[in-house]
């Protein structure tokens, strides 16, 4: 099939994949209690207040699937949603600053470490940067963490819809050069705004691309007559 081809076959997988049913099964607030590993996860993670539920939200077309708040601190476990019975999707705490104790942050942070370092199912890593600050020093901690235990992941950049566009430009040239020799870092960066639904199509696509190469059984796509 002509590259172009594929790339539309993704798309349109991604699309369906998607429009599946997404279900929350679990909350997790200890390494202990984590679900037992099986099928492939993909994790959202990023400082607190990044958009990550947003993003959760915006991809499986759900406004309330994942709870989102203006204050930094929303999220306080690592919260399991099954995508349409194919893969499973797990949006993080936040790490750096968040409107509770330290204590708590501590604790989440500990937490966060562990599920990344230990999850032999966690295909990738979603890590998520704010597109008004960029890479912030608390990133590169968990980016060490992710090239050391070499667990791959993808930058994507939230609340696209907020810079001016010579801004953002500054800030996606910024971003490939902190992850250019990142040893686990998936060169390609996307660019996302849950709000304008910037970039969820091509999100959705990339990971229909993963999955499909790991071998999972995306939604068919019928194939399209000779010059339709
Ligand atoms: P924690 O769970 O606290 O770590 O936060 P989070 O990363 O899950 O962020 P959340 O999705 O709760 O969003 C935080 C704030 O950012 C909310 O006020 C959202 O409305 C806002 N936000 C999320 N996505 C976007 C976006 O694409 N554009 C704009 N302008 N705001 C956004
Ligand atoms: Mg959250």
Redesign the pocket.
């Known amino acids: 099939m002509a590259e172009h081809d594929q790339d539309e076959t993704l798309a349109e997988a991604g699309r369906k994949l998607f429009a599946r049913e997404a279900r929350f099964t679990a909350a997790v607030d200890k390494v202990e209690r984590l679900p037992p590993m099986s099928g492939l996860e993909i994790a ?1 993670a ?13 991809l499986t077309g759900r406004n309330a699937l ?11 476990e690592l919260i399991f949603f099954d995508v349409g019975s194919t893969f499973t999707l797990v ?5 750096g600053y ?1 409107a509770v104790g330290k204590e708590k942050v501590r604790a989440w942070t500990q937490l966060i470490r562990d599920y990344l370092r230990g999850r032999s199912n966690l295909v990738r890593v979603l890590l ?1 940067i704010d597109s008004r600050h960029g890479v912030k020093q608390n990133d590169e901690e968990i980016l060490d963490l992710l090239d050391k235990a070499a667990v791959p992941y993808q930058i994507v950049l ?5 810079p001016k566009k010579a801004e953002l430009d500054a800030v996606i040239e910024a971003t490939r050069a902190a992850i250019a020799r990142r040893p686990a870092a998936f060169p390609e960066i996307v660019v ?5 639904k ?1 970039g969820i199509a091509d999100l959705r696509t990339a990971i229909a691309r993963l999955l499909s190469e790991r071998g999972v059984a995306l939604p068919t796509v019928e194939p399209r007559g000779e010059g339709a």
């Open positions: 959202f990023g400082r607190s207040n990044v958009g990550k539920s947003s993003l959760v939200n915006a994942a709870r989102t708040s203006h204050t930094p601190g929303r999220t306080q949006d993080m705490p936040g790490y968040a998520l939230t609340k696209a819809d907020v996302t705004s849950s709000r304008a910037d």
